[in-house]
């Protein structure tokens, strides 16, 4: 408008006076209704388009939340963890007077000494590539148990099992409270059985319903019988079990001939040597050959019950053998 004016001014004659302005007054005026009205919309577009990209977002967040609910809603693990749990692992570990391995140099010292022992990958056990060689370690009770549940898993479904944890320093398990909140303190009474030892954490991520069973199984009989305490963690992929010093005695008994199997606590009683003569009713104490000697003392030993039957020796090279 008011550059219409200067050049009205410019010819010589009144702007609101002309033609050309009475024409142009209601285009400029229609001109600027339609920008506003374009510029109200495109703002209201704006929003609107900006509240949906909130809600989705919003969306996706609640969903797995959702999800988290109804896991804790449903979880009801057979081992599941507690405080109370930690703390009397801890005295049962404080009887055997373990000590928690503090660093580096006290590690080095247990594992040059042999009360630590390393647990090699197999075909029937699969030690996580991403442990340090000198974490690759375990008292050797707690190797015992994972040859034993390798091979008896490997069997059931020709796939070895994974460790993805064993043995820990305090200043490791201080650094891993500070990106696991549901780590276990590196001292106190509720302190990580890790830094004695004993534990071992093996992957569940990936196993079948029927593997998942399976191992239940096997560790419930080893559970009751005081060997084993596991624990299935929820926030990770992991069975957290605490070997105790008991499984050593329960894993020579498994390897005198003629026991049975992991998970068979009780042990089954010797049979006869094959070249033992038979013994049949038709025959009377008279007549029936003597047994071997063998035969004779545990028969011996089984007509004095306040007597324990003599414990057959059991071969254990050294090199299996940590200090005590």
Do not use: C
Not at 243 to 261: I, N, R
């Amino acid at each position: 408008m008011i550059f219409l004016g200067t050049i009205g001014a410019r010819l010589g004659y009144n702007p609101e006076e002309s033609r050309i302005h009475i024409f142009l007054e209601p285009v400029l005026r229609l001109l600027r209704t339609f920008t506003l009205v374009l510029l109200f919309t495109a703002a209201l577009l704006t929003t609107a388009r900006a509240e949906t990209q909130q809600n989705q977002r919003r969306h996706r967040a609640r969903k797995p939340t959702a999800n988290r609910r109804l896991k804790r809603m449903v979880w009801n693990p057979l081992f599941a963890g507690s405080h109370s749990m930690l703390v009397r692992q801890n005295q049962q570990l404080d009887l055997l007077e373990l000590p928690r391995i503090a660093n580096e140099e006290q590690l080095l010292r247990l594992e040059e000494a042999g009360a630590l022992v390393p647990v090699p990958t197999t075909s029937s056990l699969v030690v996580a590539s991403n442990l340090l060689e000198n974490r690759r370690y375990a008292r050797p009770w707690t190797r015992d148990f994972l040859n034993d549940l390798g091979e008896a898993y490997h069997r059931e479904f020709g796939q070895p099992i994974v460790a993805t944890s064993l043995v820990r320093t305090a200043d490791q398990q201080k650094k891993l409270r500070r990106r696991n909140r549901n780590a276990a303190p590196q001292e106190g009474e509720t302190a990580s059985t890790h830094l004695t030892g004993v534990t071992v954490d093996l992957l569940k991520r990936g196993m079948t319903q029927r593997q998942h069973n399976w191992l239940e199984n096997y560790f419930l009989p080893l559970k009751e019988a005081g060997l084993i305490e596991p624990i299935e963690e929820r926030r990770q992929p992991v069975f957290h079990i605490v070997v105790f010093d008991t499984y050593a005695a329960y894993h020579a008994q498994k390897l005198v001939p003629g026991t049975d199997g992991a998970g068979d606590i009780e042990m089954q009683p010797q049979s006869a040597p094959a070249d033992a003569p038979a013994v049949t009713e038709a025959l009377s104490p008279a007549e029936a050959p003597a047994p071997p000697d063998s035969l004779a003392a545990s028969q011996s030993a089984t007509d004095r019950p306040d007597e324990a039957p003599p414990q057959p020796a059991v071969q254990v090279s050294t090199a299996s053998q940590g200090a005590p």
